[in-house]
């Protein structure tokens, strides 16, 4: 998907710059300062994995999430990318989800996963120790997902 809004960027003669897996570590941090510094750079095109982690792209005021995660919590912290502090303007995220296809049951999947994680915390269940978690109160607790 990149390699197509990479092409179109190309076609409608649109500067950008681009990070993904194959960005050599070297390379990510002038790629980032370059985007953030220099405002006719118009696009930051990364993969969800390559941007969620260890940079900050304030320069960035919209997030399109073209490759959604079946962990919601990768795509939050792409997301959280631009949500930092230096951030002055407001951050529009767009979900590209052809309606129909796999993408629109990865969709569905991470929202539930993200209901089921408020639920959770909420409830003040310590995930970390389940055994102090009685089956009565997790199905309590899916019960109550399920009924909304």
């Known amino acids: 998907m990149l390699d197509i809004l990479e092409w179109t ?3 409608i003669g649109v500067t950008y710059k681009r990070l993904d897996g194959s960005t050599q570590v070297t390379d990510r941090q002038t790629i980032v300062d370059d985007f953030n510094n220099d405002t006719s750079i118009f696009a930051c095109l990364l993969s969800t994995r390559a941007g969620g982690q260890g940079l900050n792209l304030t320069g ?3 997030v399109i999430i073209h490759d959604m995660d079946f962990n919601p919590q990768i795509d939050r912290q ?3 990318r631009c949500h930092r502090i230096g951030q002055i303007r407001p951050v529009t995220i767009y979900r590209l989800v052809t309606k129909g ?3 629109e049951n990865v969709y569905e999947i991470a ?3 993200l209901t089921l994680d408020a639920a959770v915390l909420e409830s003040g ?3 970390e120790n389940e055994g102090d978690t009685s089956e009565k109160t997790m ?3 899916l019960t109550s997902l399920l009924m909304n």
């Open 9 to 11: 960027l190309d076609v």
């Open 60 to 62: 960035a005021d919209t």
């Open 78 to 80: 792409a997301e959280d």
């Open 101 to 103: 296809t796999v993408d």
């Open 111 to 113: 929202k539930r996963k």
């Open 125 to 127: 269940i310590d995930i």
């Open 139 to 141: 199905g309590q607790i």
